[in-house]
């Protein structure tokens, strides 16, 4: 059952990226497929402000980034594509890359929670609720403006992030201690089984959005 | 008049159904009085009379120990007065000869060792990969009975009649009579059972040839003189002359009733002693001087108050459980899927409560990660010595004559049997015990076949006659020039293509016919395994109990014991391998993933702190969102 669900997960989140891509391109210039790709990792790449803190964060995304790859792909190639557990180098590669991806994780959601607050402004429509419910005096001008849904869904999507690291996390280091019997192991399993896959969800959606984002500005 | 007539009709057709199922009743298919129980488990008094086997092997007149001859008593005929002899003789323990037996796991073997022609050769009835069958070396099941009954309980080869086979004197079995089951093996309560005295069970068969007085040798209540062996060709047991060296039965005084019966101590549950005698194993593992059977603990659930008898289980039909997994496919014993290590110990799947049969501890297993139910037996961590740098010699009552007359104790004693050894079978790691087979064959058509124990003798035998032999009964280490000689001379006899099997290697002659080329790891020279059950160690002394190091380091015995490639061929340098080549590991691997562990530690600290960190934020920004809602609801400006 887990197989197919990642499956379909997978292919509906991609499937609607790209749908979201082409049904609201970005900008007049559609820089083309190579051309964006070039310049996606540019901006990656490259730090726009020159500060070392900025360039140690730019390279803890980067890394977080490509462990989050290598670990999805070591993690869920063997179960999708055999319908074995994980095993072998591919486990040993997963294990090795799992800490440094917790850290970059632990660096990320540190250095970023300030700046994926929520704000006036990223939900208008709720705005517009408390205006009709409390006595609160919200600007009409600020609550009628046009929602920034992009930005808004890739705070969700940072703080989905953080919560889900936390149980992927611990499903698995907690099983390493003697704390738990051969049916919580199994639990753990599956509970470090499924949050990978929501997990990988949200950082789909985040770094689409993160993209696009960039792309616009 | 009319009342009556109804009556009648009416009690008519009563009157006919109470008939018909009566008769129906009558012709159902019946066993013997002792076949199946009544429900109580209290003892039956055995007080029974005796009946031996007359010279067609039907049943003789009830013995009179006044009488003449006096004959020893017979079980198939005795016992099988209320046990069904036939249904019992299909068991497991006696079936081997049976063609239509399934074969079962793979278990030990017998092994016959001649130290002096470099042979220690796996044998078996059944089949078992690796085995090969007495007829291939030329042993009838005669000579086999005589050369290994000392361990049997009687039947299979024992029972084979010379008349069906072409390879025994029946004259010879005429005078020894048939090795029948013996019951008294298992079922004997009493402490007077003799299977491994000097007058006993064993001496009786390996030395006197008295297969048909053994059973009466073995019991409390009897005592047998003389031997069959030494009896010429013309000698009639049912006609004896009263000489003292003939075979003849003593019934102790007293045993007999007024009535002519005898008072057996029976019992359905056999004492572990019983078991012990084919069952027992010597493990040299604690360093010289401490070699003896008290170094070493039992088995943790015979010290937990279980029998033997508790968990290998049977009806008449003697299915006993072997307790290995999927003994389904082999076993109609209604008790083979529960009677497992998991059956007891972590029942799942039923709709009623199993737990705790026979006061087993539920095991957890805390911090067992669950792949390694997958990849390990329960045995690989909970049975056998506790695994150490190599695998150390052993000794089995069945290889090594434990429990006889004479026993040469040294732990070098032939056959060498090396365990633990960690290999992978059926897809899991578990520990076995191992011998690597030596023996002279040929090679015909790319099939190595052994060689004839008698043609070696007289080739092979000739060649190493001079041999200066070893009193522990090790190897007299032979040298390949030996063996290339001894590869002329059996050549001549076989008509070419002589080989030498041992080490795991095949020894041919070279060119110039005064040496030998070796292949190493030759398919015919593979180890023989046998998965290895008992003895179990406490739950406290599991592999794994201290820390994951018990296995997973880069010198762990489990991945990296070693076991020595025992060899009659004598060499400078002993070869040995890793326990990891009997497993389906890449050597490198599985240093790998053992020097991994030492990053363990690390890595749950750096784990813990990251969740730790990433808490503590989303903690800080909860609380803040908290707060915020808060003023929300309060309508706070």
């Known amino acids: ?217 | 008049m009319r009342r009556e007539l109804i009556l009648a009709l009416l009690l008519l057709p009563l009157l006919s159904l109470t008939l018909v199922l009566g008769q129906d009743a009558e012709e159902a298919p019946a066993g013997k009085l002792g076949d199946k129980g009544d429900g109580s488990r209290a003892h039956p008094t055995h007080l029974i009379p005796l009946f031996p086997a007359n010279e067609d092997g039907e049943k003789g007149p009830q013995i009179d120990p006044e009488g003449d001859p006096v004959l020893p008593f017979s079980t198939k005929h005795t016992c099988g007065e209320c046990h069904s002899y036939d249904v019992i003789k299909h068991g497991w323990h006696f079936n081997a000869t049976d063609v239509n037996a399934p074969t079962g796991r793979p278990g030990e073997p017998w092994i016959y060792p001649d130290h002096k022609l470099g042979i220690q050769i796996p044998l078996s009835y059944r089949d078992w990969p690796g085995t090969f069958r007495p007829s291939q070396i030329g042993m009838s099941d005669f000579d086999f009975t005589k050369m290994f009954g000392r361990h049997m309980p009687g039947g299979g080869p024992g029972e084979t009649k010379a008349e069906d086979v072409d390879n025994i004197d029946i004259g010879r079995q005429y005078i020894s009579g048939l090795l029948e089951i013996n019951c008294l093996a298992c079922h004997n309560g009493h402490f007077g059972q003799d299977m491994g005295g000097v007058n006993g069970w064993a001496v009786q068969i390996a030395v006197k040839e008295n297969y048909r007085w053994a059973a009466a040798a073995s019991s409390e209540f009897a005592a047998v003189k003389g031997s069959a062996a030494g009896m010429d060709i013309m000698y009639d047991p049912f006609m004896p002359e009263g000489e003292d060296d003939e075979p003849q039965v003593v019934y102790r005084d007293g045993a007999f009733d007024a009535d002519g019966n005898v008072l057996f101590d029976i019992v359905r549950e056999a004492p572990n002693e019983r078991c012990y005698y084919c069952h027992s194993d010597m493990y040299f593992a604690h360093g010289e001087g401490h070699d003896e059977k008290w170094v070493a603990d039992e088995d943790i659930h015979l010290k937990a108050g279980l029998t033997c008898v508790d968990c290998h289980r049977n009806g008449i039909a003697h299915q006993i459980v072997r307790g290995y997994p999927d003994e389904v496919a082999d076993s109609n014993n209604p008790l083979v899927a529960t009677t497992t290590c998991e059956g007891c110990h972590i029942p799942e799947g039923s709709d009623i409560p199993e737990a705790g049969r026979l006061g087993a501890p539920v095991a957890k297993h805390v911090g067992l990660p669950t792949v390694h139910f997958e990849r390990l037996s329960c045995t690989a961590c909970h049975s056998g010595p506790w695994p150490q740098d190599d695998a150390v010699l052993t000794k089995t009552s069945r290889a090594h004559r434990l429990g006889t007359p004479s026993v040469n104790k040294a732990a070098e004693m032939l056959p060498h049997v090396l365990s633990p050894v960690f290999a992978e079978k059926d897809g899991k790691i578990q520990p076995h015990k191992m011998i690597w087979p030596a023996y002279w064959a040929t090679v015909t058509e790319g099939e190595v076949q052994p060689v004839a124990l008698d043609v070696v003798e007289k080739t092979v035998g000739k060649v190493f006659e001079d041999l200066e032999l070893k009193a522990n009964g090790d190897w007299p280490g032979i040298s390949p020039e030996q063996v290339a000689e001894a590869l002329k001379a059996l050549n001549d006899a076989v008509d070419g293509n002589a080989v030498y099997v041992a080490g795991g290697s095949l020894y041919r002659l070279a060119e110039d016919a005064n040496s030998v080329v070796a292949e190493a790891d030759h398919p015919a020279g593979e180890p023989y395994m046998w998965p290895i059950a008992h003895t179990v160690r406490p739950a406290a002394q599991a592999l794994g109990i201290r820390y994951c190091t018990d296995c997973h380091a880069s010198n762990a015995p489990l991945f990296f014991g070693s076991v020595a490639v025992d060899s009659p061929i004598a060499s400078e340098t002993p070869a040995v391998k890793d326990m990891v080549e009997f497993q389906d590991i890449s050597p490198f691997y599985a240093w790998a993933f053992s020097a991994s562990f030492v990053f363990r530690p690390f890595f749950k600290i750096v784990a813990l702190g990251a969740s730790g960190i990433l808490a503590l934020v989303l903690l800080l920004y909860g609380l803040r969102a908290l707060g915020a809602v808060a003023r929300v609801l309060a309508e706070d400006e």
């Open chain 1, 1 to 217: 059952m887990f197989e197919t669900i990642t499956i379909l997960v997978f292919l509906a989140t991609i499937g609607g990226i790209v749908v979201h891509w082409f049904v609201y391109p970005v900008g007049a210039e559609c820089p083309g497929p190579i051309r964006g790709i070039v310049r996606v990792l540019s901006l990656l790449l490259i730090e726009q402000r020159s500060s070392t803190l900025g360039a140690l964060k730019k390279l803890c995304y980067l890394v977080s980034v490509i462990c989050f790859l290598l670990l999805g792909l070591t993690g869920f190639y063997p179960v999708l594509v055999h319908g074995e557990h994980i095993s072998g180098w591919l486990m040993m590669l997963h294990a090795t890359l799992a800490p440094v991806f917790a850290i970059c994780l632990a660096i990320l959601g540190l250095t970023w929670a300030g700046e994926y607050r929520f704000r006036q402004g990223d939900c208008p429509w709720l705005q517009k609720l408390l205006r009709r419910v409390t006595r609160l005096s919200i600007p009409a001008d600020a609550a009628e403006g046009p929602c920034n849904c992009a930005a808004t869904t890739q705070k969700i999507a940072f703080w989905a992030i953080v919560v889900l690291a936390l149980p992927l996390i611990l499903s698995i280091v907690l099983s390493m201690l003697p704390l738990f019997g051969t049916h919580w192991q199994e639990v753990a399993m599956a509970a470090h089984r499924w949050t990978a896959l929501v997990f990988a969800v949200a950082v789909l959606i985040h770094t689409y959005l993160a993209v696009r984002l960039r792309i616009l500005q």
